[in-house]
Nanobody
Protein backbone atom coordinates (compact mmCIF):
# COMPACT_ATOMS: atom_id res chain seq x y z
CA UNK A 1 0.00 0.00 0.00
CA UNK A 2 1.35 3.41 -1.00
CA UNK A 3 1.68 5.81 1.90
CA UNK A 4 3.06 9.31 2.35
CA UNK A 5 2.94 10.42 5.98
CA UNK A 6 3.79 14.02 6.85
CA UNK A 7 4.91 15.14 10.29
CA UNK A 8 6.57 18.09 11.99
CA UNK A 9 3.88 20.72 11.64
CA UNK A 10 2.57 22.79 14.50
CA UNK A 11 2.39 26.27 15.99
CA UNK A 12 5.48 28.48 15.75
CA UNK A 13 6.17 32.17 16.41
CA UNK A 14 7.08 34.55 13.58
CA UNK A 15 10.79 34.26 12.84
CA UNK A 16 10.89 30.70 14.10
CA UNK A 17 11.68 27.45 12.30
CA UNK A 18 10.08 24.09 11.61
CA UNK A 19 11.28 20.95 9.86
CA UNK A 20 8.63 18.93 8.05
CA UNK A 21 9.15 15.25 7.22
CA UNK A 22 7.39 12.98 4.74
CA UNK A 23 7.93 9.25 5.22
CA UNK A 24 7.18 7.20 2.08
CA UNK A 25 6.40 3.50 1.67
CA UNK A 26 4.86 1.12 -0.87
CA UNK A 27 6.73 2.32 -3.97
CA UNK A 28 10.28 2.70 -5.30
CA UNK A 29 11.02 6.01 -3.64
CA UNK A 30 14.35 6.72 -5.38
CA UNK A 31 12.65 6.80 -8.80
CA UNK A 32 10.15 9.49 -7.82
CA UNK A 33 10.44 13.22 -7.85
CA UNK A 34 9.23 14.65 -4.56
CA UNK A 35 7.69 17.99 -3.72
CA UNK A 36 5.96 20.03 -1.04
CA UNK A 37 2.76 21.97 -1.71
CA UNK A 38 0.72 24.16 0.60
CA UNK A 39 -2.85 25.40 0.73
CA UNK A 40 -3.93 28.38 2.79
CA UNK A 41 -7.60 29.08 3.60
CA UNK A 42 -9.43 30.42 0.54
CA UNK A 43 -6.44 29.91 -1.76
CA UNK A 44 -5.37 27.40 -4.40
CA UNK A 45 -2.87 24.70 -3.57
CA UNK A 46 0.56 25.88 -4.68
CA UNK A 47 4.00 24.37 -5.19
CA UNK A 48 6.50 25.32 -2.48
CA UNK A 49 9.57 23.24 -3.36
CA UNK A 50 10.58 20.22 -5.43
CA UNK A 51 13.49 17.80 -5.57
CA UNK A 52 14.22 15.49 -8.49
CA UNK A 53 14.93 11.76 -8.55
CA UNK A 54 18.04 12.44 -10.65
CA UNK A 55 20.88 14.24 -8.86
CA UNK A 56 18.45 15.68 -6.28
CA UNK A 57 18.13 18.95 -8.17
CA UNK A 58 15.89 21.40 -6.33
CA UNK A 59 13.48 24.17 -7.22
CA UNK A 60 11.55 26.65 -5.08
CA UNK A 61 8.72 29.10 -5.29
CA UNK A 62 10.14 32.62 -5.47
CA UNK A 63 8.42 33.51 -2.21
CA UNK A 64 10.40 30.95 -0.18
CA UNK A 65 13.84 31.07 -1.81
CA UNK A 66 16.46 31.63 0.87
CA UNK A 67 14.06 30.64 3.65
CA UNK A 68 13.10 27.02 2.91
CA UNK A 69 15.28 24.04 1.98
CA UNK A 70 14.05 20.74 0.54
CA UNK A 71 16.13 17.57 0.84
CA UNK A 72 15.68 13.81 0.52
CA UNK A 73 17.13 10.64 2.01
CA UNK A 74 16.77 7.69 -0.37
CA UNK A 75 17.87 5.23 2.33
CA UNK A 76 15.20 6.32 4.80
CA UNK A 77 12.64 7.03 2.03
CA UNK A 78 12.02 10.46 3.47
CA UNK A 79 11.78 13.98 2.08
CA UNK A 80 12.22 17.03 4.32
CA UNK A 81 11.33 20.70 4.24
CA UNK A 82 13.37 22.94 6.52
CA UNK A 83 11.50 26.21 7.04
CA UNK A 84 13.30 29.19 8.56
CA UNK A 85 12.32 32.81 9.21
CA UNK A 86 8.66 31.90 9.18
CA UNK A 87 5.98 34.54 8.66
CA UNK A 88 2.22 34.46 9.33
CA UNK A 89 1.59 34.26 5.57
CA UNK A 90 3.31 30.85 5.57
CA UNK A 91 0.37 29.47 7.57
CA UNK A 92 -1.17 26.62 5.56
CA UNK A 93 -1.62 22.88 5.31
CA UNK A 94 1.55 21.45 3.79
CA UNK A 95 1.28 18.38 1.55
CA UNK A 96 3.89 15.90 0.34
CA UNK A 97 3.69 14.70 -3.29
CA UNK A 98 5.49 11.90 -5.15
CA UNK A 99 5.55 11.83 -8.97
CA UNK A 100 6.79 9.34 -11.55
CA UNK A 101 4.10 9.37 -14.21
CA UNK A 102 1.55 8.56 -11.54
CA UNK A 103 1.29 10.82 -8.49
CA UNK A 104 0.68 10.18 -4.81
CA UNK A 105 -0.32 12.65 -2.10
CA UNK A 106 -0.03 12.69 1.66
CA UNK A 107 -2.79 13.84 3.97
CA UNK A 108 -1.05 17.07 4.95
CA UNK A 109 0.27 18.66 8.11
CA UNK A 110 -0.85 22.01 9.54
CA UNK A 111 1.68 24.81 9.95
CA UNK A 112 0.51 27.86 11.89
CA UNK A 113 2.75 30.92 12.32
CA UNK A 114 1.36 33.25 14.96
CA UNK A 115 2.30 35.29 18.02
Amino acid sequence: QVQLVESGGGLVQPGGSLRLSCQASGFTFRRYGMSWYRQAPGKERELVAGISAIDSDTNYADSVKGRFTISRDNVQNTVYLQMNSLKPEHTAVYYCRAHYGVQYWGQGTQVTVSS
